[in-house]
Each structure stands twice: as structure tokens, then as C-alpha cells.
């Protein structure tokens, strides 16, 4: 009896236990409803509607700023500032030397940012995009020289660039001015450049305000060169460096194709410009000024016994005679870490009739 009773004890204490706990767990619920009050309140005011478009509208600029962030990556990164008009690194008149010594892999570590024989300026956006063409033909040495000054001489000007050496296949009489067409055409290949420096390999820049940038008018480069005591070999003349637009070239149907040998191919130019009403301008004197390399005339580049015919004709010929018509065949395009060589067949002159 006394163990029944004892027992009878302890259910209702257990009773009493579960009671109690189950009073603690609704002072708990309460407490908690309590502490979500304000949160609530704030909630009360929007509709569940309203919750979801909040919800909504925060997932939207979630994904509006992972696109954001996909675009940045994507796009390019933002443009630079314009190069200045005049650019801080130019030195003016410089002291040019000829190194019996010098190799091109010297000139190579010298230029380490030229990359195929192309360069941007890092800090700022180029004024311009300039190609420079070359003809070239056994005068490797010249054009190591040219490469030594011109590259840095290029990038104190602050412009973008590449050197393209146009190197005629063969032994058939040289071409300069038909070297140039295909200079153009396999340039414009490769990138939309904006103006082109026509550029003998052995004419070497003395002075870097003498700026590769084209100018509303075809542009003369040469006044004056060591070899004519600096002066300007007469009004007209057009040869050595010159630079044209491509709209400009472009509108003079740029070079004939057919003069074979030395001589006239810059005077025809020259014609083609002023027959399309254009004026020919040059820097200041003391500022287009060339050394050239000592040379002599070059085996397969005899001079042009037609080239006074050929003259007086080129306002009929112009039209047919030029980039609509050169035909030529590309043997290789090799970009070494200087220059772009584009090795050409050109041909041979046609046979007189
Ligand atoms: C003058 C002109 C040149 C051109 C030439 C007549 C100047 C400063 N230059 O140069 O622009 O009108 O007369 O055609 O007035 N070349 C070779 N390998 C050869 C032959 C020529 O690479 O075998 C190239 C080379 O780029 C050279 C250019 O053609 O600089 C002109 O030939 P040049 O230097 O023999 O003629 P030059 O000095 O009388
Ligand atoms: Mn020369």
C-alpha cells in the first residue's frame, strides 16, 4: 500500500512537471512572437505582394550588377586620353649615328615594346594610326640603320605604327613605286590605318618635330637631305618620304605601276595630286632634314629611259594605272619582331609592243 500511494505521489508531481513545462513553452512562444513585433510592423504596411516585389527587386539588382560585372569584363577597358598635340618626348634636333658594328639584335633589345614590328603608346590613345612602308631590295644594312633610328624616333612622337618592308622577289628591274601599292594594299590587310609614309630605306630622319602624322594635304617629308646641302631639289619634287591618307592615296589611284628602273615615279605622284586639285605641304626647312645613307646606283634599278613619256602621259594613264591594276603575287608574310616583310613578286615590265 505504501509503495502504491508513494507512487501515486510521483505521477502527480510529474503532472504538475508537465504542466509547468508546457507553460514555459507557450511564455517562450509568446516571447518570441514578441521580438519578431517590430519587423512585423514594418511589414504589416506592404503587402505579401509587396514582400515578394521587394524580394523581387532585390534579386533584380543582383543580376542587374552580375551583368554589370560580366560587361565590364567584356568590354574593353575604358579609352584612354587622347595623346597630346605635342608630344612631351620629342628631343628636336638629333645626333644620328652609323655603327659599322651594329646588329639587329641589338636594335631588337632596344625596341623591346615593338611587337611585329608594331607599337602602341601605353598611356594615352595615338593621334593617329601610321603605316610605313619600305621598298626594299638588298640594302639590309640600311634598313637595320633606319630601323635603329626610326623606331624610337616613332615612339617620341607618341604615335601607333607599324614598319612594313615591301621586298621585291627576283631579279627583275626593281620597282619602287608599285612596291608602295602593294605596301597599301597588304597594310590595309592588317589593320584600317589611317595615313601612310611612302619611305626610302636609306633615308634617316635628323630631326623628331619632323612628324609621320598626315595632314589635310599630302605631305612632304624631305626638304633638304645631307647629300643636297638641305635644300629642296626643286618646287615640285615629291620623292624620299612622303605621306598621303589613305583617302588620300586612295583618290590618286596611288602609285603607277608602270615605271621600272630609277626615276619619275615620285614626279607621277606628284601629278596625280595636283590633278585631283590637292597642294603638296611641307614641314619647315629646318625641321625636314635627312641624312642618306652613302649609296651607289643599284644593280637592277638602271634608270628609266621612258620615264619623261611616261610623265607626259599620266593624265590619260592615271586613272587605269595604279592600285585598280596592280597585280602581284604574295610569296610570304614574315613578322619579325621589328618589321612586317612582305616578300612580292611583282613581275617584270611588259615588253614594248
Ligand atoms: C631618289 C628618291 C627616291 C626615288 C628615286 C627614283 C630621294 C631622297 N629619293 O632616290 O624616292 O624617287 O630617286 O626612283 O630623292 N631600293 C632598294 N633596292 C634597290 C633599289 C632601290 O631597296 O636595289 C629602294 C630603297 O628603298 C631606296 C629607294 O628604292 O632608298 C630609292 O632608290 P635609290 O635610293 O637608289 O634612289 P635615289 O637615292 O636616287
Ligand atoms: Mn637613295
Redo the contacts with the bound molecule.
Sequence with gaps: MAVFSSMLKIIRKGKCLFLLLLCLCVVAWIATFSNDGPVKSVQEGSSPLDGQHAEGFHRLELESEMVQSIEERVEEPPTKESCPENSPLLRGSLKLTFEPSLTLEQVEIENAEVVEGQYKPSDCTARQSVAIL??????EKHLLYLLYHLHPFLQRQQLHYAVYVIHQAGDAT?N?AKLLNVGYLEALKDYNWDCFIFH????VPENDHNLYMCAKQPKHL?VG?NSTGYKL?YKGYF??VSAMTKDQFHKVNGFPNSYWG??G??DDLRIRVQLQKMAIVRPPPEVARYT?VF?N??S??QVNKDRMQLLRRTHQTWKNDGLNSCSYKVMSVHRAPLYINVTVDIGQPEQAH
Excluded: A, Q, T, Y
Excluded at 134 to 139: A, S
Design positions: 619600305i621598298p626594299h631590295r638588298n640594302r626593281f619602287r626610302d630605306v636609306d633615308l624631305v637631305r631639289r620623292g624620299g630609277w626615276g615615279e615620285d642618306m649609296h646606283r643599284d637592277g634599278n
